[in-house]
């Protein structure tokens, strides 16, 4: 089985904090992918990677940045945390763009809260 | 274009009775349609998938339906059991870039 963990699954900063949401999978997928989840809005892409060194911005970039030094783990930064990023964050992986109809799996997501 | 809608946005049906959810997209660049089943405290769990090829896929009490024409898509659960109360999502994929775009999702609660 595919399992992808996020280091958190709650965290309490305070604005103005850099944070730092880390993201493992263990199956040696290509691709990663960072989505917010809130109430209302579903799941909305902030940033993925199809490779090391690889980074794509998603929908809704602004504020953001990733870092992807190693296949296997896929980092979401909050430069300067606001209170509008308080959220379900939440870590998916697939195998590869090569492999076509391939699922995303997801971690259990990290709730993030901005003071 | 990209946009994939998803209705209801809550659903209460009786223990035994059929769930039915819809979902409709624009973009024929689509070309894998899974739904997602996620519980309170956990991540997103692809429940069962379909290709557009394909007018209908069934695993268990779950069956996809698919109307290439209509560009819309349903997801039906049979003798629906409170179990089932969770956040399902629709979704399509784009074989170009792997992205998954998401409905908003639908709360079903099974009453007991």
């Known amino acids: 089985d595919v399992k992808v963990t996020q280091s958190s699954r709650y965290l309490v900063k305070r604005t103005g904090e850099k944070v730092f949401l880390e993201c493992v999978q263990d199956?040696?997928?290509?691709?990663m992918f960072w989505y917010r989840q809130d109430p209302g809005l579903g799941l909305r892409l902030i940033y993925f990677s199809y490779d090391v060194k690889m980074k794509e911005k998603g929908d809704i970039p602004e504020g953001y940045s990733v870092s992807r030094e190693k296949k296997e783990r896929f980092s979401l930064i909050l430069e300067s945390a606001s209170t509008n990023q308080t959220s379900m964050y939440l870590c998916?992986?697939?195998?590869?763009?090569?492999?076509?109809?391939?699922?995303?799996?997801f971690g259990d997501g990290t709730r993030l809260s901005i003071l | 274009q990209q946009q994939v809608k998803q209705s209801p946005q809550s659903l209460i049906v009786q223990k035994g009775g059929i769930s039915i959810i819809n979902c409709a997209y624009e973009n024929t660049a689509f070309d894998y349609f899974p739904w997602y089943q996620q519980f309170p405290g956990k991540g997103p769990a692809l429940l069962i998938a379909i290709r557009p090829d394909v007018s209908e896929k069934k695993e268990g009490r779950f069956t996809i339906s698919f109307n290439k024409s209509a560009k819309q898509f349903s997801l039906h659960i049979m003798d629906s059991q409170p179990g089932d109360s969770a956040t399902y999502f629709c979704?399509?994929?784009?074989?170009?870039?792997?992205?998954?775009?998401f409905g908003k999702g639908t709360r079903l609660h099974i009453l007991p």
């Open positions: 979704a399509a994929i784009n074989r170009r870039d792997d992205k998954i775009i």
């Open positions: 998916a992986s697939s195998l590869s763009r090569d492999t076509s109809n391939q699922p995303q799996h």
């Open positions: 199956m040696d997928h290509e691709n």
